[in-house]
């Protein structure tokens, strides 16, 4: 097998992926996906989104052919409608990183479909104004994670357009300066990343044709190097708990959180995934779900919003096949408490 390296310009054709069903798992299979609403802007995967309050924001992100986007949207949960807001400076782009701090956002990296990028924006949501602010100090990337705990942001890992790179950057959206934080896992790229109670968990992404196990959990409050190793995601010990890990294992997934619990699902593992796990951080164990119900799709973005219907996890966007056809506008809602139900997404 070649090496796997990002896609730029090029697609690679998926196919749907449906696991068995984990022998030791079986009683936990439940949850149900809604298909909610649809983008109002352009289908694209490989896009940003960040959350200001009970607002989720989507933009950038590729059609799958020529065409990278540079556009943000805006819904409102409680009216159910989206705005279109001025479009990010600097050029339109796929496979960045965004996070927000109080009523800001910070867009940056990704790569135009030739060049890859290190510019980094501020998004006053307020005033709804761009500012271009400092670079990335780790060098032009794609494919790389963000959050945001406290008041800082974090930027790392990612490709460089020949290497897969570890290294990590926190920063100070106050003073507009980074500081490299080291990171103790393996490096890579098209990993994912959930936030919970001021920490945050990196898990999946890929190093060329070496799909990433190991998960870990950065703590900024606690001593430095500040990232603790959990459970890895592959099928290492004596019992039957983690049997069926090695169907986590992918690149490009998504991500949420419904407290007490994390969801990962979607992304590429060779071809599509559509399975779903969730994560529990009493015990640092993962359990099956219901998988997404739609098209398999890779490259899309997952957030968590407030909810009174006992959803409140989202998967939006995606691709499901090469070329502007395969793209996704579908916004597809998660509940966990319900049982899986086909009939409701005709």
């Given amino acids: 097998m ?12 998926f196919s749907a992926f449906i696991s068995c069903a984990p022998k030791s798992n079986l009683s936990t299979q439940s949850g149900n996906w809604s298909n909610e609403y649809e983008l109002d802007g352009p289908a694209r995967s490989e896009a940003v989104s960040f959350i200001i309050g009970n607002e989720v924001y989507i933009g950038t992100g590729w059609n799958g052919l020529n065409t990278r986007f540079s556009d943000f949207w805006k819904f409102n949960q ?13 050029p339109s782009r796929s496979s960045a990183v965004a996070f927000s701090v109080g009523q800001k ?7 135009d479909g030739t060049n890859i990028l290190g510019d980094f924006y501020e998004l006053d949501t307020e005033g709804n104004v761009w500012t271009r602010k400092s670079d990335f100090p780790g060098g032009k990337r794609y494919e790389a994670v963000a ?24 920063y100070d959206p106050s003073a507009d300066t980074w500081k490299e934080i080291g990171f103790s896992g393996n490096k890579r790229y098209g990993a994912t990343v959930f936030t919970y109670k001021n920490a945050a968990y990196l898990v999946t992404g890929i190093n060329g044709d ?29 019992e039957a708990y983690d049997d069926d890990y090695t169907t986590i294992v992918r690149w490009n997934a998504a991500s949420f959180v419904i407290p007490p619990y994390a969801y990962l699902s979607t992304g590429t593992n060779i071809s599509s995934n559509a399975n779903t796990w969730r994560y529990d951080f009493s015990n640092d164990l993962w359990s099956v779900k219901t998988s997404f119900e739609g098209t398999p799709i890779t490259g899309a973005v997952g ?44």
């Fill in 2 to 13: 070649g090496t796997h390296k990002p896609q730029l310009l090029s697609v690679i054709v």
């Fill in 78 to 90: 409680s009216s159910h409608s989206w705005i279109q807001i001025d479009n990010m400076p600097g």
């Fill in 105 to 111: 956002a910070y867009v940056g990296t990704g790569s």
């Fill in 147 to 170: 959050f945001s705990i406290g008041s800082s942001g974090y930027v790392g890992t990612g490709f460089d357009g020949n290497n897969a790179l570890k290294d990590f950057y926190q």
């Fill in 210 to 238: 070496l799909l990433q196990t190991d998960f870990w959990k950065f703590d900024p409050a606690s001593q430095a190097p500040n990232w603790t190793e959990l459970r890895r995601i592959s099928n290492l010990s004596n």
């Fill in 303 to 346: 957030y968590s919003l407030p909810s009174t219907t006992g959803g409140g996890g989202f998967i939006a966007t995606g691709r499901s096949a090469p070329g502007p056809t395969g793209s996704s506008d579908f916004v597809w809602e998660f509940f966990p408490d319900q049982n899986a139900n086909p009939n409701d997404n005709n």
